[in-house]
Protein backbone atom coordinates (compact mmCIF):
# COMPACT_ATOMS: atom_id res chain seq x y z
CA UNK A 1 0.00 0.00 0.00
CA UNK A 2 1.56 3.44 -1.08
CA UNK A 3 2.75 5.48 1.86
CA UNK A 4 -0.19 8.83 2.60
CA UNK A 5 0.73 12.24 1.74
CA UNK A 6 1.89 14.48 4.39
CA UNK A 7 0.50 18.08 4.18
CA UNK A 8 1.65 20.60 6.60
CA UNK A 9 -0.40 23.51 7.87
CA UNK A 10 1.49 26.43 8.75
CA UNK A 11 0.71 29.11 11.08
CA UNK A 12 -3.34 28.30 9.10
CA UNK A 13 -6.00 30.09 10.94
CA UNK A 14 -6.94 28.15 13.62
CA UNK A 15 -10.67 27.47 12.28
CA UNK A 16 -9.65 27.14 8.60
CA UNK A 17 -7.00 24.58 10.01
CA UNK A 18 -9.45 22.37 11.93
CA UNK A 19 -11.86 22.17 8.85
CA UNK A 20 -8.80 21.47 6.23
CA UNK A 21 -7.46 18.62 8.64
CA UNK A 22 -10.88 17.12 8.79
CA UNK A 23 -11.38 17.35 5.00
CA UNK A 24 -8.10 15.94 4.29
CA UNK A 25 -7.69 13.20 7.30
CA UNK A 26 -10.84 11.72 5.50
CA UNK A 27 -9.83 10.93 2.32
CA UNK A 28 -6.72 9.21 3.71
CA UNK A 29 -4.10 12.42 3.89
CA UNK A 30 -2.07 12.78 6.95
CA UNK A 31 -1.98 16.48 8.22
CA UNK A 32 0.55 18.22 10.30
CA UNK A 33 -0.27 21.55 11.83
CA UNK A 34 2.43 23.86 13.47
CA UNK A 35 1.71 27.54 14.73
CA UNK A 36 5.03 29.06 15.12
CA UNK A 37 8.10 29.76 12.29
CA UNK A 38 10.64 27.41 14.35
CA UNK A 39 7.85 24.48 14.34
CA UNK A 40 7.91 25.12 10.56
CA UNK A 41 11.62 24.91 10.24
CA UNK A 42 11.70 21.51 12.54
CA UNK A 43 8.94 19.98 10.63
CA UNK A 44 9.92 20.76 7.30
CA UNK A 45 13.56 19.78 8.03
CA UNK A 46 12.46 16.23 8.30
CA UNK A 47 11.23 15.93 5.02
CA UNK A 48 8.54 13.64 3.63
CA UNK A 49 6.28 16.40 3.45
CA UNK A 50 4.42 16.73 0.24
CA UNK A 51 2.60 19.97 0.12
CA UNK A 52 2.80 22.89 2.56
CA UNK A 53 -0.01 25.64 3.26
CA UNK A 54 1.61 28.46 4.91
CA UNK A 55 -1.50 30.55 6.49
CA UNK A 56 -1.23 34.79 5.97
CA UNK A 57 -1.03 34.45 10.46
CA UNK A 58 2.89 34.30 9.37
CA UNK A 59 4.08 37.82 7.50
CA UNK A 60 4.17 37.35 4.16
CA UNK A 61 8.08 37.65 4.05
CA UNK A 62 8.94 34.49 6.46
CA UNK A 63 6.44 33.02 4.51
CA UNK A 64 8.79 33.59 1.58
CA UNK A 65 11.77 32.58 3.89
CA UNK A 66 10.19 29.09 4.02
CA UNK A 67 9.68 28.68 0.50
CA UNK A 68 12.80 29.71 -0.23
CA UNK A 69 14.67 27.16 2.09
CA UNK A 70 12.54 24.44 1.32
CA UNK A 71 11.02 24.52 -1.81
CA UNK A 72 12.37 23.71 -4.71
CA UNK A 73 13.34 20.70 -7.05
CA UNK A 74 13.06 17.90 -5.02
CA UNK A 75 11.11 19.66 -2.19
CA UNK A 76 7.28 19.77 -1.29
CA UNK A 77 4.93 21.92 -3.30
CA UNK A 78 4.13 25.45 -1.37
CA UNK A 79 0.75 27.16 -1.49
CA UNK A 80 0.59 30.36 0.10
CA UNK A 81 -2.37 32.05 1.95
CA UNK A 82 -2.21 36.23 1.59
CA UNK A 83 -4.70 39.01 1.88
CA UNK A 84 -6.27 40.11 -1.33
CA UNK A 85 -4.72 43.74 -1.51
CA UNK A 86 -1.23 41.90 -0.97
CA UNK A 87 -0.73 41.81 -4.93
CA UNK A 88 3.47 42.38 -4.34
CA UNK A 89 3.85 39.44 -2.01
CA UNK A 90 1.53 37.33 -4.69
CA UNK A 91 4.15 37.73 -7.35
CA UNK A 92 7.00 37.58 -5.28
CA UNK A 93 5.97 34.19 -4.10
CA UNK A 94 4.95 32.70 -7.50
CA UNK A 95 8.39 33.93 -8.59
CA UNK A 96 10.26 32.25 -6.16
CA UNK A 97 8.33 28.70 -7.13
CA UNK A 98 5.19 28.65 -4.52
CA UNK A 99 3.19 26.56 -6.68
CA UNK A 100 -0.25 28.04 -5.89
CA UNK A 101 -1.32 31.72 -3.90
CA UNK A 102 -4.37 31.74 -2.87
CA UNK A 103 -6.78 35.31 -1.33
CA UNK A 104 -8.21 35.01 2.45
CA UNK A 105 -10.88 34.54 2.98
CA UNK A 106 -10.75 31.34 1.38
CA UNK A 107 -13.51 28.11 0.84
CA UNK A 108 -11.89 25.10 2.96
CA UNK A 109 -13.13 22.71 -0.10
CA UNK A 110 -11.10 24.88 -2.70
CA UNK A 111 -8.08 24.91 -1.17
CA UNK A 112 -8.73 20.88 -0.38
CA UNK A 113 -9.32 20.35 -4.54
CA UNK A 114 -6.24 22.43 -5.00
CA UNK A 115 -4.32 20.74 -2.46
CA UNK A 116 -5.28 17.54 -4.02
CA UNK A 117 -4.42 18.65 -7.29
CA UNK A 118 -0.60 19.05 -6.81
CA UNK A 119 -0.82 15.75 -5.02
CA UNK A 120 -2.29 14.31 -8.41
CA UNK A 121 0.81 16.16 -10.45
CA UNK A 122 2.92 14.60 -7.76
CA UNK A 123 1.29 11.36 -8.56
CA UNK A 124 0.21 10.71 -5.22
CA UNK A 125 -3.57 10.30 -6.19
CA UNK A 126 -3.05 8.31 -9.65
CA UNK A 127 -5.49 5.89 -9.96
CA UNK A 128 -7.73 6.63 -6.70
CA UNK A 129 -10.22 9.32 -8.00
CA UNK A 130 -13.27 7.73 -9.76
CA UNK A 131 -15.23 10.62 -11.94
CA UNK A 132 -18.39 9.41 -12.63
CA UNK A 133 -21.70 11.54 -14.19
CA UNK A 134 -22.61 13.06 -10.80
CA UNK A 135 -20.00 12.29 -8.40
CA UNK A 136 -16.28 12.33 -7.73
CA UNK A 137 -15.19 8.89 -5.58
CA UNK A 138 -11.98 8.51 -3.64
CA UNK A 139 -11.58 5.00 -3.59
CA UNK A 140 -8.43 5.43 -0.88
CA UNK A 141 -10.78 7.23 1.49
CA UNK A 142 -13.64 5.40 0.15
CA UNK A 143 -15.83 9.05 0.02
CA UNK A 144 -18.28 9.78 -2.67
CA UNK A 145 -18.06 13.71 -2.92
CA UNK A 146 -21.38 14.35 -4.88
CA UNK A 147 -21.51 17.68 -6.91
CA UNK A 148 -24.55 18.75 -4.74
CA UNK A 149 -21.96 18.84 -2.27
CA UNK A 150 -22.71 16.44 -0.22
CA UNK A 151 -20.20 13.20 0.84
CA UNK A 152 -21.01 9.40 1.48
CA UNK A 153 -18.77 6.68 2.80
CA UNK A 154 -18.34 3.20 1.15
CA UNK A 155 -18.15 0.55 3.05
CA UNK A 156 -15.15 -2.06 2.51
CA UNK A 157 -17.57 -4.48 0.32
CA UNK A 158 -18.83 -1.32 -1.71
CA UNK A 159 -15.00 -0.30 -2.51
CA UNK A 160 -14.31 -4.05 -3.73
CA UNK A 161 -17.29 -4.26 -5.57
CA UNK A 162 -16.46 -0.82 -7.36
CA UNK A 163 -12.77 -1.87 -7.65
CA UNK A 164 -13.98 -5.26 -9.70
CA UNK A 165 -16.27 -2.98 -12.11
CA UNK A 166 -13.28 -0.58 -12.76
CA UNK A 167 -11.05 -3.79 -13.20
CA UNK A 168 -13.30 -4.99 -15.59
CA UNK A 169 -14.40 -2.19 -17.70
CA UNK A 170 -17.03 -3.04 -20.44
CA UNK A 171 -17.14 -7.11 -20.00
CA UNK A 172 -20.46 -8.73 -18.52
CA UNK A 173 -19.80 -9.85 -14.96
CA UNK A 174 -21.45 -12.87 -13.94
CA UNK A 175 -23.03 -13.09 -9.91
CA UNK A 176 -20.61 -15.76 -9.33
CA UNK A 177 -17.40 -13.51 -10.54
CA UNK A 178 -18.55 -11.10 -7.92
CA UNK A 179 -19.23 -13.65 -5.54
CA UNK A 180 -15.98 -14.83 -5.75
CA UNK A 181 -14.12 -11.67 -6.65
CA UNK A 182 -15.62 -8.97 -3.90
CA UNK A 183 -17.57 -11.44 -1.68
CA UNK A 184 -20.33 -9.51 0.80
CA UNK A 185 -19.44 -8.52 3.86
CA UNK A 186 -21.76 -11.28 5.61
CA UNK A 187 -23.00 -14.81 4.99
CA UNK A 188 -25.49 -13.36 3.07
CA UNK A 189 -24.09 -13.85 -0.53
CA UNK A 190 -26.46 -15.92 -2.45
CA UNK A 191 -27.69 -15.16 -5.94
CA UNK A 192 -30.38 -12.57 -5.43
CA UNK A 193 -28.13 -10.66 -2.72
CA UNK A 194 -25.62 -9.60 -5.56
CA UNK A 195 -28.60 -7.53 -7.01
CA UNK A 196 -29.60 -5.73 -3.58
CA UNK A 197 -26.25 -5.10 -3.77
CA UNK A 198 -25.28 -3.27 -6.95
CA UNK A 199 -28.40 -1.17 -7.13
CA UNK A 200 -27.43 0.02 -3.41
CA UNK A 201 -23.86 0.54 -5.46
CA UNK A 202 -25.58 2.36 -8.29
CA UNK A 203 -27.66 4.23 -5.30
CA UNK A 204 -25.04 5.75 -3.62
CA UNK A 205 -22.75 6.35 -6.97
CA UNK A 206 -25.86 8.37 -8.49
CA UNK A 207 -24.73 6.21 -11.91
CA UNK A 208 -25.89 4.73 -14.72
CA UNK A 209 -22.65 3.21 -15.32
CA UNK A 210 -23.36 -0.34 -14.10
CA UNK A 211 -26.05 -2.28 -16.27
CA UNK A 212 -27.56 -5.30 -15.68
CA UNK A 213 -27.77 -7.57 -18.28
CA UNK A 214 -30.61 -9.77 -17.92
CA UNK A 215 -29.48 -13.37 -17.57
CA UNK A 216 -26.06 -12.39 -17.79
CA UNK A 217 -24.79 -10.29 -15.04
CA UNK A 218 -23.77 -6.61 -14.82
CA UNK A 219 -20.94 -4.36 -17.12
CA UNK A 220 -19.52 -1.39 -16.34
CA UNK A 221 -19.31 1.34 -19.21
CA UNK A 222 -17.00 3.93 -18.21
CA UNK A 223 -17.16 7.36 -18.73
CA UNK A 224 -14.66 8.73 -21.09
CA UNK A 225 -12.22 9.47 -19.03
CA UNK A 226 -11.46 5.19 -18.89
CA UNK A 227 -11.90 4.66 -22.44
CA UNK A 228 -9.17 3.19 -24.30
Not at 12 to 24: F, K, Q
Not at 36 to 53: M, N, R, T, Y
Not at 202 to 228: H, N, S, W
Amino acid sequence: MAARSIIALVSVAEVVATNLADHLERRGHDVRAVRQPWEAESLLSGKGIDVVVVGDSLSQAEGRDLLRRHGGEGGPDFILICRPADLVDKVLALELGAADVVESPLNVRELAARIGGLLARRGRNAGELVVLENATVDLRSAMVMHRSGTEEQLSPGQVALLRLFLASPRKVLTRDDIIAAAPAENADAFDRSIDSRIVRLRRKLDTETITTIRGAGYRFDPPTQFAD
